[in-house]
């Protein structure tokens, strides 16, 4: 039996917002936030305090390896996506809207489907079922592209992590101050975990839910840059199809970040979708 077939989920960090409205407290929706690839809670704090938590019960849940999260050691490829998948439902609170951004958008949508009844709403911020292309599938990165990012990140991985960070702003509007407000606050917090950084980035090219888009039962938004490099938005006319029933909407002028770089827009289009799907009666 291999080593890995029995994995123990990881008790991963969670910061916790608390609700800063004037409704009852009690009456409160809880809102979960799983960041991307290279980043950790602390890249959209500031904004879901801003936006959010005046309207919800915000819970960051940061990835293993990342943040203050733990790694796991020596997973087999076949495990990763099943492991790093516990580990954040043990993280869930009972009952939640769920938003995924990028790599945490692919996991989201795994986790809506497993958890149907516990996951209220689905977010795809920036995110697509597919990462990259394949068989047809052109909205996502190329897959000579992900195995450099790969194999580069064997040799030197602080500068694939600055090389990632440029590229998810390119193209957005006010990139050049955007980028230096980013290395800033790369400067400012401890790096990802080596294992975190390659299991992540096995997830990205290994995972498909295109097939499976169509089960999920909960309403679901996808919610897209217009100038994201590695999600173009070209992809809603493949979602129309894959799943007829989730929302899209196009944030003008924004890339892959658009929390970052659009706060206001992303954090009203955000917010319009989950207040038209409320779980309390």
Known sequence: MSENANISPLTLHTDILPYT???AKEAVENLTLIHGWAAENSIWQDWAIEFLSPHYRVHLIELPGFGQSPHFENLENGRIDQAWLES??????????????SLGGLLAQQIALREPERVKSLVCLASTPRFVQNDGWRWAV?????????KALGVEYVGVLKQFWNLQLQGTENARPLMK???QHMSQRSLPHYSGLLQGLYLLRDIDNRDALLNLTQPTLWLLGEHDPLIPKELIQALSELQPDGETRILPGAGHMPFFSHPEDT?????????AHPYHS
């Open 88 to 101: 954040l439902i043990e993280a869930l609170p009972e009952h939640t809207h769920l938003l995924g951004w």
């Open 142 to 150: 190329s897959p000579p592209l992900m195995a450099d990012f790969i």
């Open 21 to 23: 409205g004037e409704g």
């Open 181 to 183: 407000r980013l290395r």
């Open 267 to 275: 954090a009203r289009e955000l917010l319009a979708f989950l207040r």
